[in-house]
């Protein structure tokens, strides 16, 4: 039993899944990846809990108040401008993976930065809804390496 909680936040537009630019996204709704990942944890017997926010102050107010052992972030279009959510990050020290369901890289050249890959564990971006479940994979390996 690994009594591991991971909190999952997606960012603006992410709600918007399954209708959004499905050429980029895919065609699973934000629910299809939440239910994907909750089955995941299940069966590596980690909690899994889900947030999504439109609004940067709120993802910063959750990011703050944290209650999990570590975090997975697709902090959407705030990926590339966010200073609060760096900063929140920066506060909290949890450790994290961003993920993103694009390549990010082969898209438009304003997508190619991110306000805080370098404070990440890792970052994963191009599998779609798989991203997430492939972050949450990482993330079980690497705390239950260190808590072993
Ligand atoms: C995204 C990529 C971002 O550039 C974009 O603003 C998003 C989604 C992704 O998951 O591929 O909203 O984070």
Same mark, same amino acid.
């Given at each position: ?17 399954? &209708? ?8 699973? &709704? ?7 990942? %909750? ?9 899994? &809990? ?8 709120? %993802? ?83 705390? &239950?390496?260190?808590?072993?």
């Amino acid at each position: 039993m690994s009594n591991l909680h991971i909190q999952i936040i997606h960012g603006p537009n992410l709600n918007m899944l399954g &209708t959004r630019e499905p050429g980029h996204y895919g065609s699973q &709704t934000l629910i299809d990846i939440d239910e994907s990942i %909750i089955q995941l944890g299940d069966e590596l017997n980690v909690q899994i &809990t889900s947030f999504q926010s439109n609004h940067e102050g709120e %993802i910063v107010d959750k990011i703050q108040h944290l209650d999990a052992d570590a975090l997975i972030i697709n902090p959407a279009a705030y990926t590339h401008t966010s200073v609060a959510i760096r900063d929140a990050l920066l506060a909290v020290k949890v450790p994290f993976v961003e993920v993103h369901l694009s390549n990010i890289h082969k898209r438009e050249e304003f997508r190619h930065k991110s306000m805080m890959v370098d404070m990440a564990m890792g970052v994963i971006a191009g599998f779609g809804a798989q991203s997430y479940n492939l972050a949450l994979r990482g993330l079980h390996h690497y705390l &239950t390496q260190s808590k072993s």
